[in-house]
């Protein structure tokens, strides 16, 4: 499939003249679109590029990019729709268009040329050509009716059981056709094929998840090579996915089914447009001249249940042109989502990895498998001399009991099965379309041949993105729980992160993230998932400034606490913070200022913040067995987490309304620290003592790490954190998840850097190596998940690294990557080297790929002899704190690879 128009980070390269030829990559991101498999979704593109080369203090003085209306005109550098003539900048990230407006469907050309300087010498540099095509951006560009059928045996309520859609539609081609777009939108998952042929058959559980009554998404493609001259088929699965099914909660902890989002039964919208040879153009729509049926081989599947396929049911070639469809019905006009129709922002999910298992073993008429590895994502299977007749049911589960059965108590009411029914087929080969489970294990019955290892391969998917860090150290634990972690955030990412894959939940938990993010940033390219996420969060904000809970607000959950919700700033601040794009803060803003004075305006008491729901979450309990601590020691109060959570997030907006230009803004967010600050240190803070309120790690952690402690106390406040940690909790996890978002830096930066790495390398309760050391392959939600009640006991959630992951980059491996010093990003001030070599660790390796190019730093210690090497992008310069025995010096390094030692 010709892809040229749908990238939205291309890559090129060209050549730049120094001692030896080097190759440089531009990349092309846009405004609000960013996914590499449609149009742009916006008619103000950004433009972005990066420097590849071996010298060192390569910087580029200055740029001049071209948009062109054909190909021919860009090479000539005549930009007919945009010159930005010659800018002196060392900017490259985040340009915006500044042309002619540009509008539906219209395609441009564009490249950059750049002068840098390497060495001494000066050199312009130019990029190939790089085509963009702009998508639907207007209501008025939809001539698509949404359509679907209603049938008698779709179960709606509760669990939800519907026969997934078949829809196709016949027409001829007038001619021999130039190009040819589809968008569409399949709710709530869709797999689209023409003339037999899969459209973006690598693509799965499209489009992208949202509040159906604020925004649908729509994908597009560029699928020219399978149309053909005279007759074309179009054929469309669909499938309910999170537009017809949410699990909900019992109980009146969560308020009951009307809390939870049921939007309808699946539904289409699709556009064909044809541009023939001859210029003339054709549109095909979804309109009532469709054909549906939901007698298919697919007769349920939903995300929390499974899949089952039935034999009985197949349809043979009827995505074909010579199908017979005189059965099927008439396809119906159907309402609209309430949401507003928009291009997808963010890429769709895409198989990443494949898994074969590790071991298979029968117990009863059952074989069991295991993955070696707890993934996400779906089990392919070859299956031999099963007969008609035979029902092949896989079920999936994260561990096996004692007497090696699945366990699937921690699954609550989700099924994770599916189900193969054999009609014909004695040897089959199948995976299913519109279902994932979390799982390591799986139950399979039903076989009438002894399976082998390579029967079976585990699909792991995720939201498309690079893995643009790394990191290892001399540590097997530091190790393992990275591995873990790695595993975790992956298969947490469904188009929103979320807080597990397994069981009846799969929802979109705010308070998992909101220090989280910062950290998964340096493994994952997470930021256009993270941009997405954010428009999730103001969809589910209500008129009087509240934000859910859970975002989509597939659950109704608004508690209005500061510790979850405020991930809506957090994840705008991460993303500015690490990829350079302030885009998002300057979209949600107002959202978040609004959000803010609304708790203001209804908790706050005498400058203290006293609303919060959750706690201290997940405060390792007392008793292996119990999930929350009851002890009044380990609890912290309501309003001292959520008073200084509010000076933090109050911190944000000040930067925030810094960056917009808003100088009211920022002087009531200054006040609002400064009142609040006073007012809970007059409440909470013991200054004979150093200990605020109870003098829980979590109660000192907070205001010691935002900056609310007076100067003079902070040693005082720091030594009770010590106290508890190292006496009371043996040098182990001394927090919940509210505090542990805190807890390594927090200890690093005031000088105990050796008990953070304890408390990272320890492997008994509570610790994150006792997961590791008793089987765990992700994070447990619990750290007595192996314990504790199943009812709240998920084995793959990343609550609980809290700021680990962030810990390893920044001060392990060195590497702070922080574009909010300076607006626009600046590429000289927003890297900074500074490694902790703590004793007990012999190596730390890490890189990270940033916006601007691969950062390294790779250090080595023996006894106090240091050794480091580290590398700088081109067009970058670094901080450099160099440790020796009497602390750090610093100094200022250009781009390039460097080699350094020194004495601790």
């Known amino acids: 499939m010709n892809r040229y128009l749908v990238l939205s980070l291309l890559s090129l390269l060209f050549l730049v003249g120094c001692e030896t030829n080097q190759s440089v990559k531009i990349a092309h991101p846009s405004v609000e679109q960013q ?6 979704a916006t008619d103000q593109p950004r433009f972005s590029w990066q420097y590849e080369t071996d010298e060192n203090n390569v910087k580029q003085l200055d740029y001049r990019i071209i ?51 390497c060495g001494d010498q000066k050199h312009t540099i130019e990029s190939t050509v790089n085509a963009f095509e702009i998508s639907l951006l207007k209501k008025e560009d939809w001539q698509a009716k949404w359509i679907g059928r209603d049938f008698d045996d779709d179960i709606v309520v509760g669990k939800t059981r519907i026969a997934a859609r078949y829809l196709r539609k016949t027409f001829k081609a007038k001619g021999k056709v130039k190009e040819a777009r589809l968008y569409i939108s399949g709710l709530g998952q869709y797999s689209a094929y023409i003339n037999g042929t899969e459209v973006a058959a690598e693509e799965l559980l499209k489009p992208a998840l949202s509040d159906y009554k604020k925004r649908v998404y729509f994908n597009a493609y560029d699928v020219t090579p399978l149309l053909q001259k005279g007759d074309n088929a179009i054929g469309v699965v669909l499938e309910g996915g999170r537009f017809t099914a949410v699990r909900c909660k019992p109980g009146d902890i969560w308020g009951g089914l009307h809390h939870c989002m049921h939007y309808g039964t699946p539904r ?3 556009q064909l447009e044809l541009t023939y040879q001859n210029g003339s153009k054709e549109t095909v729509v979804s309109d009532w001249s469709w054909k549906i049926t939901n007698r ?63 071991a298979l073993f029968k117990k009863g008429d059952a074989w069991f498998l295991d993955m070696g590895q707890n993934m996400v994502g779906v089990l392919d299977m070859k299956i031999h001399e099963q007969q008609p007749g035979d029902t092949i049911t896989l079920r999936f589960a994260e561990l ?58 585990g699909r792991v998917f995720y939201d498309e993105m690079a893995v643009n860090g790394h990191f ?60 997405k996420w954010l428009t999730d969060a103001e969809d589910s904000q209500m008129e009087n400034g509240s934000v859910s809970d859970v975002y989509p607000a597939y659950w109704r959950r608004y508690t209005d606490n500061m510790t979850w919700p405020g991930a809506f700033i957090t994840a705008a601040d991460m993303v500015l913070t690490r990829f350079g794009d302030d885009q998002p803060i300057r979209q949600h803003y107002q959202a978040m200022k609004r959000w803010m004075v609304h708790m203001k305006n209804n908790y706050m008491v005498d400058g203290i913040m006293t609303r919060d729901t959750y706690g201290d979450w997940c405060m390792p309990p007392e008793s292996l067995e119990l999930i929350h601590a009851t002890d009044p020691k380990r609890i ?40 609040t600050t006073d007012a809970y240190t007059t409440k909470y803070l013991n200054k004979e003592t150093g200990q605020y309120a109870n003098n829980t790690v979590t109660a000192n952690i907070l205001p010691l790490w935002f900056g609310m402690v007076p100067k003079e106390l902070e040693d005082k406040v720091f030594a009770n954190i010590i106290d508890k940690t190292v006496n009371e909790f043996n040098g182990h996890v001394s927090t919940g998840v509210v505090g542990i978002q805190q807890l390594m830096r927090t200890l690093t930066e005031h000088g ?45 959630h990343v609550m609980l690294l809290g700021d680990l992951i962030l810990w390893e980059y920044e001060y392990l491996g060195g590497i702070r990557v922080d574009f909010s010093t300076s607006q626009p990003p600046s590429l000289t001030s927003h890297l900074t080297l500074k490694p902790y070599p703590i004793e007990g660790l012999e190596y730390v390796n890490c890189t990270y790929e940033s916006v601007s190019g691969l950062i390294e730093s790779h250090w080595r210690r023996e006894g106090n002899h240091f050794e480091w090497t580290f590398v700088i992008p081109a067009n970058t310069e670094a901080e450099v704190w160099i440790p020796t025995a009497n602390g750090y010096e610093t100094k200022t390094y250009g781009s390039g690879k460097h080699h350094l030692s020194s004495v601790l």
Not at 84 to 92: A, F, G, H
Not at 297 to 317: K, S, V
Not at 328 to 334: G, K, P, Q, S
């Open 636 to 675: 912290t109060e309501a309003a001292v987490l959520s008073t200084p959570f509010y000076c933090f997030l109050a911190g944000k907006m000040v930067k925030f309304s810094e960056l917009l230009g808003l100088a009211d803004d920022v002087k009531y967010f200054q006040n609002e620290i400064t009142s």
């Open 35 to 40: 996914d590499g498999s449609q149009p742009l």
């Open 268 to 270: 289409l919208l699709l």
């Open 472 to 531: 290892e150290s001399s540590n097997e634990i530091l190790n393992a729980v990275y591995h873990n972690a790695f595993w975790g955030i992956r298969g947490n990412y469904r188009s929103m992160p979320t807080d597990c894959p397994q069981r009846d939940e799969r929802m979109g938990w705010t308070g998992d993230r909101t220090t989280g993010c910062y950290g998964e940033s340096y493994i994952f390219g997470n930021h256009r998932l993270y941009s």
């Open 67 to 117: 948009v062109a209306s054909t190909e021919k005109k860009a090479r000539k550098n005549i930009g007919d729709l945009w010159d930005s003539e010659v800018i002196p900048s060392s900017q490259m990230l985040y340009i915006p268009y500044q042309g002619e407006a540009l509008k539906s469907r219209e395609k441009a050309y564009w490249k950059v040329i750049a002068t840098i300087i």
């Open 752 to 796: 105990r850097g050796d008990l953070a790495l304890r408390i990272a390398t320890n492997d008994t309760y509570p610790s994150w190596g006792y997961m590791a050391r008793n089987g765990a392959t992700t994070i447990w939600e619990l750290w007595n998940g192996n314990t504790a009640d199943p009812a709240m006991n998920s084995g793959n």
């Open 296 to 358: 298919g081989p697919i007769r349920c599947a939903n995300e929390f249940d499974g899949e089952t396929y039935d034999e009985n049911y197949e349809l043979g070639a009827w995505t074909t042109t010579d199908y017979d469809d005189h059965s099927w019905f008439t396809a119906r006009l159907v309402e609209a989502p309430e949401g507003e129709l928009k291009a997808q922002p963010n890429p769709n999910i895409k198989v990443q990895e494949t898994l074969r298992p590790i």
């Open 400 to 457: 096996l009991t004692p007497d090696s059965l699945l366990y699937t108590d921690n699954l609550r009411s989700a099924e994770c099965t599916d189900r193969y029914i054999v009609s014909q087929t004695s040897h089959l080969h199948w995976s299913p379309m519109f279902t994932y489970h979390g799982f390591r294990y799986v139950e399979i019955k039903g076989l009438r041949k002894e399976p082998t290892l390579d029967d079976f391969e």
